[in-house]
């Protein structure tokens, strides 16, 4: 089968360094506790998935990095990881007064989008979201807006509220940049006012969207691989779905309807900003061999 693959498919930036960090704490903690350093009993916990792709996820347990997702279990002694999405400012004072050692990989990206809601929330402003109200990085995002803080996940939403007298505008940094730039345009409208819009849409998201878009424009079958739990890796599928494409959103290969698919050729390969490289390649050959 022909395939295009887009250039960008894969980990990002802040995924990659999310699980160097990991690497490092595992290695660090394997030899302290060689050295007899280690409180008995600890454990390394990253809180939450390290990222949204249950295979690694799976991977790091069996390595020691065990996936928290009840915070009542964490102890002191302990390691907890943040991961790239970060985490409320509460939560994590709360987790060093627990006397608690944190490694944090928050990503770059979303601790500038982090401190950046920060200044404005001090500068008076009420935060509206565009984002997953349940996602973690949006939790984390809200702990740091003032009081008032609303999240929407669509336009619809967005309308249904009534609009603060000073309030500002920002995205999760993984959402749809057009339909983001739909929110500004309707709240500039609907205000009449120059409404501060913060631009917290990373570059790694644009530019795995608008390959998606690309691609889409020129074939009539897409592939898009990664964790069915993954948001950003679920909107390049919808991209390309929105487009009037076939689009298969799969973890591996098994689900992949190949006969439909050659009928479609040539076909978009892409995956996002969350899946290894070796579940690509998986796919990858499976399309090319068909
Ligand atoms: S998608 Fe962007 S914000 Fe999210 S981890 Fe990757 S680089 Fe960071």
Known sequence: MQVIKAASAGFCMGVSLALRRLDQALAARRARGQAGEIPPGSRLY?????IHNPQLVREYEERGALCLRDLSAIRAGDTAVIRAHG????VEDRLRALGVE???ATCPRVKAAQLAIRKASQDGGTLLLFGEAEHPEV???LS????????????DELKKISLPDKFFLAAQ??????????????VTCTSGRNVAILDTICDATRQRQDEVSALAARVRGMVIVGGLNSGNTTRLADIARNMGVFTLHCENGYTIPLDKLKELQPVGLSAGASTPDEQIN????LLRRA
């Open 282 to 285: 998986t796919v990858e050959e």
């Open 139 to 141: 939790k984390g995002l």
């Open 173 to 186: 940094t993984t959402q749809d940049k057009e339909i983001f730039a739909e929110a500004a345009e309707y």
């Open 144 to 155: 740091y807006a003032g009081h008032g803080a609303r999240v929407f996940g669509n336009l």
């Open 46 to 50: 990253t809180i939450g998935p390290i």
């Open 102 to 104: 944190i490694v944090d």
């Open 87 to 90: 985490l409320p400012g509460a």
